[in-house]
């Protein structure tokens, strides 16, 4: 599965895994981070909340596991 990109100013792109409910955020700082345990409701409210998705969705999705990539 292909990252998709984001219209915001603090995230460029995610891609999510249904099988492993995993959401992968690639932030504008060049961050990347691995979330996992996201349900595709979360990952779908996520897209919906463009320009602003991390500000809706962010501190939801913060509460999952997670791994910095880069």
Do not use: C, D
């Not at 999510?16 to 981070?33: D, E, I, K, R």
């Not at 595709?40 to 910095?68: D, N, S």
């Amino acid at each position: 599965m292909q990252p998709i990109s984001v219209q915001s100013s603090n995230v460029q792109a995610v891609q999510y895994s249904p099988a492993a409910l995993t959401l992968t955020v690639w932030f504008q700082s060049g961050g990347v981070y691995e979330y996992h345990g996201v349900a595709e409701h979360l990952y779908q409210q996520f897209l919906a909340a463009q320009p602003h998705p991390w500000t809706a969705v962010g501190r939801a999705i913060k509460l999952h596991r997670f791994v910095k990539l880069a």
